[in-house]
């Protein structure tokens, strides 16, 4: 079948069309892919093959949203309430987001969040100094994970100030997702 055979180029209608196909082509001709269920991907499998239609492979997430203001004095790392997620996991890694705002009190004066997994802090995640008091520094991270043993883990959002009185504001803007990877 050539694409003549499947598509009328004069109207720009495809036979045997429905709400949802896909047109593609194949290794010797050109092919019409049915919908696929709700929920479902495209997935490509490389050069020589077809396309076809996948469920997403995220076997574990969980999210929780900052319910109000967090704020902190404290120069050394400490647990941003409500931030924090347990999740069993397989022998896989693991996607950590966060996206949230924050700010210092002081100018001059840094606001420091980091991600902390099982009790080790997994590295400075955002680190900024503020040229004036009362500026407002969006923040968003992704960590992925080497991989884990099967087990229960616990992820930890952690803040810190230089000085002064550090902020990271609540709902909505606060959002930490921990996602399991297939």
Do not use: C
Not at 86 to 109: C, E, H, K, P, Y
Not at 165 to 179: E, K, M, R
């Amino acid at each position: 079948t050539t694409a003549a055979g499947l598509v009328d180029f004069a109207t720009g209608t495809i036979t045997s069309e429905a709400q949802g196909d896909v047109l593609y082509r194949g290794a010797s001709a050109w092919t019409r892919l049915a919908p696929g269920t709700s929920g479902q991907l495209l997935r490509t499998q490389g050069a020589s093959a077809d396309p076809a239609w996948a469920t997403a492979a995220i076997s574990n997430m969980s999210t929780v949203r900052k319910p109000a203001d967090f704020t902190t004095t404290s120069p050394p790392f400490v647990d941003v309430t409500d931030l924090s997620i347990t999740i069993t996991t397989g022998a896989r890694r693991v996607l950590a987001l966060l996206s949230a705002s924050a700010r210092n009190d002081t100018a001059a004066t840094s606001v420091s969040v980091t991600l902390n997994t099982d009790g080790s802090n997994v590295g400075s995640l955002a680190n900024i100094t503020q040229s004036g008091a009362l500026e407002i520094a969006l923040l968003g991270f992704a960590y992925l994970s080497d991989v884990l043993t099967a087990a229960s883990h616990t992820f930890k959002v952690q803040m810190s100030v230089g000085a002064g009185t550090g902020t990271l504001w609540g709902s909505p803007t606060a959002v930490f997702t921990v996602i399991e990877q297939q």
